[in-house]
């Protein structure tokens, strides 16, 4: 998927989300993983990881060395979604404690997601 | 997870649901709605026996789940029999399923396999195919809760 069919989806469910509130954290940290892996997908298009016809699905299903690539090259939006998976984990398919905190989490990592993906967008809008 | 545990989860992500729109929240209902179908499923299995309540969630890889310690909020990998199941058919259970699962499954899958075309990709529904969606979400619903005994007016 090109960058700006990722844009519009991630826009589309973060429009989404905002009918929920963070006591539905299920479904708020699911919304997180979907929006943000599409603006994931365009930082690694656009850093040339990965390319349009191969859209990463979950960060932790990366190969070795991809991951290790994007460590270094996108280090903060990597931690971010991993973050994010993690607490589908924990607080979706799992119960840990204070789901609404685990939601509120999760969006503040889908925040670190979309703005690294419009920072360079502004640079190179999608077209 | 235990049985309650699963069906207090069902009834918050199908409260969500009703925030959501089919035709417009397409992406995020189609995933709210598989996520409550697949804990009241787990719900069922458990009660049906055909899995185990054990204390321990899916992790992303199937059959690989996290173990938490409560005390630390931790959690440790672990390996074991098949407990919440991630999807309907993930993994595949020994034991065929009744009719009522088998058929909260089928419909399950419906909607499990909206997620490449809709969520990850950039098809458009159209109002037939939502409906269907609707649809196949009140009879994942209905034959689960028969399992279940649970009053759920979907």
Redesign the interface.
């Known amino acids: 998927?090109n960058e700006s069919?990722h844009f519009?989806?991630a826009m589309?469910?973060e429009?989404?989300?905002q009918?929920?509130d963070v006591?539905?954290?299920?479904?708020v940290i699911?919304?997180t993983m979907?929006a943000g892996t599409h603006w994931f997908n365009i930082l690694l298009h656009r850093a040339n990881i990965v390319g349009e016809n191969a859209?990463a699905?979950?960060a932790?299903?990366l190969s070795v060395g991809a991951r290790r690539k994007i460590a270094v090259l996108l280090a903060e939006p990597l931690a971010a979604l991993d973050e994010i998976?993690a607490l589908?984990?924990?607080h979706?398919?799992?119960?840990?404690?204070d789901g609404a905190g685990a939601a509120r989490r999760a969006l503040a990592c889908l925040a670190v997601l979309r703005g690294q993906a419009l920072a360079g967008a502004r640079a190179e809008p999608p077209g | 997870m235990k049985i309650d545990t699963h069906i207090d989860k069902f009834r918050r992500l199908d409260e969500a649901l009703k925030h959501l729109r089919p035709d417009e929240d397409y992406e995020l209902w189609i995933w709210t709605a598989m996520n409550a179908c697949v804990n009241l499923l787990n719900a069922a299995l458990h009660r049906s026996g055909l899995t185990d309540a054990s204390d321990s969630f899916h992790t992303q890889v199937e059959g690989l789940y996290a173990r938490p310690d409560r005390t630390r909020g931790t959690t440790s990998d672990a390996i074991h029999a098949p407990g919440d199941v991630m999807h309907a058919g993930q993994p595949v259970l020994a034991t065929p399923l009744p009719d009522t699962i088998a058929c909260a499954s089928s419909a399950l899958a419906l909607i499990e396999g909206l997620r490449e075309p809709f969520v990850r990709g950039d098809g458009i529904p159209t109002a037939v195919e939502t409906a269907d969606w609707e649809r196949a979400y009140r009879t994942c619903i209905r034959e689960l809760s028969l399992v279940l005994d649970l009053a759920i007016s979907p």
């Open positions: 998927m069919r519009n989806k589309r469910i429009h989404s989300l009918s929920l006591e539905h954290f299920e479904a699911e919304g979907l859209d699905m979950h932790e299903f998976e589908r984990t924990t979706v398919r799992g119960d840990m404690p």
